[in-house]
């Protein structure tokens, strides 16, 4: 498959979904406030003068509107023009570029990158996700901190899986269940959506596929970037299921 397929595929932030994406999220008890305070700890711990970070695959800048108090500047890199256009209207001043992770280059450096909430899964294979993390670290400036937050490695993935979630806000309900199947190295994810408000009910279907890196892929992917590899579990890490992966670029 070539990179220009991939992209097409894995932007399945539409219309649909983006649309819906933070009443999903937010109600589903996702501490962003929270989450942002750890990142800002994670990179202060190793960098405590960063005033600078650019968040990858940021969506609709949640993470974002949290930081604007803990860095001075904050960029942010997403490839769906939904999620970018709901993104500028949420934090107005912070620039929002469009650009595919694997492949972006700016043309500055920050003292902190990070790519959350498992949007590094997206690459299909060793060869993407090398390509990402170095495209990540050659925005860092030298002793620059990234931060990844990865998805479940291969012997953690429950076959079958299923989720669900209801939320309501302003006159609206939704209803999410998803199924995951795995295929190799990959899961595709299936989710179902049933809005409904007082202009009537609407159901879509949005299919997501996910790679299953190992821990020691990860780890290789920083360190061919530069980066020194270091993971971090438990209480200090974004999520202590998968832990977090941090490199300091050398």
Not at 137 to 146: E, I, K
Request: aromatic share 8%.
């Amino acid at each position: 498959m070539t990179l220009q397929a991939e992209t097409s595929d894995n932007n399945v932030y539409d219309d649909d979904l983006s649309e819906i994406y933070d009443q999903i999220y937010t109600n589903r008890a996702r501490d962003y406030q929270a989450e942002a305070a750890l990142l800002a700890a994670i990179v202060r711990a190793r960098r405590p003068e960063a005033a600078s970070l650019l968040d990858v695959a940021c969506g609709t800048a949640e993470h974002l509107a949290a930081l604007k108090s803990t860095f001075t500047r904050l960029e942010g890199l997403e490839l769906s023009a939904q999620m970018r256009d709901r993104a500028r209207a949420k934090v107005p001043g912070v620039q929002i570029h469009e650009g595919d992770m694997r492949r972006f280059d700016l043309g500055r450096t920050y003292d902190a990158v990070c790519i959350l909430f498992n949007s590094i899964s997206f690459m299909a294979t060793t060869e993407e996700l090398d390509s990402a993390v170095a495209s990540m670290a050659r925005h860092l400036s030298p002793g620059g901190v990234l931060v990844i937050d990865p998805w479940y490695s291969p012997e953690q993935y429950i076959e079958g899986y299923v989720s669900d979630s209801v939320t309501r806000n302003d006159g609206r309900t939704i209803a999410r269940v998803s199924h995951s199947a795995r295929e190799g190295r990959r899961v595709r994810q299936e989710a179902h959506f049933v809005t409904a408000d007082s202009a009537g009910i609407n159901h879509f279907v949005n299919v997501q596929r996910l790679t299953l890196f190992t821990r020691d892929e990860y780890a290789a992917a920083l360190e061919k970037a530069g980066c020194a590899a270091e993971l971090v579990e438990g209480a200090d890490a974004l999520s202590p299921d998968t832990g977090t992966f941090v490199g300091v670029r050398r």
